[in-house]
């Protein structure tokens, strides 16, 4: 069983930053691309960033200069740092993970988040 927990949401004023966290736990192999997407009310879920196993990344052309993503393989961990955050920014975000679990097979599955809100306002 796998699972993701993400943590850092919250409220901030613009010109502020946060930053996300998420954590795959259980029974893992390996874990190959991870990334963060949003959802604004409204509007359709978005990519903001994603990053593979050896650190090459990508943004949104929304958050390209104010966000960045990273991990840490060793805690099976990914990271949003947000900067200069814009009340456009409000969203709940999700992280994801393409995970391989060994259940006899190797299988590879995409996990996602439950969803964190970030608030941006004054």
């Known amino acids: 069983q796998v699972h993701m927990v993400e943590s850092g949401g919250g409220l901030v004023q613009p010109g502020g930053s946060l930053t996300l966290s998420c954590e795959v736990a259980g029974r893992i192999w390996n874990i190959n691309d991870m990334g963060w997407y949003r959802q604004a009310p409204g509007k359709q879920r978005e990519a903001v960033a994603d990053?593979?196993?050896?650190?090459?990344?990508n943004y949104g052309n929304s958050v390209k200069g104010r966000f960045t993503i990273s991990r840490d393989n060793a805690k099976n961990t990914v990271y949003l740092r947000m900067n200069g955050l814009k009340p456009e920014d409000t969203a709940v975000y999700y992280c994801?993970?393409?995970?391989?679990?060994?259940?006899?097979?190797?299988?590879?599955?995409?996990?996602w988040g439950q969803g964190i809100q970030v608030t941006v306002t004054t």
């Open positions: 994801n993970a393409e995970v391989e679990v060994d259940d006899g097979l190797i299988t590879r599955i995409l996990y």
């Open positions: 990053i593979t196993t050896s650190g090459i990344t």
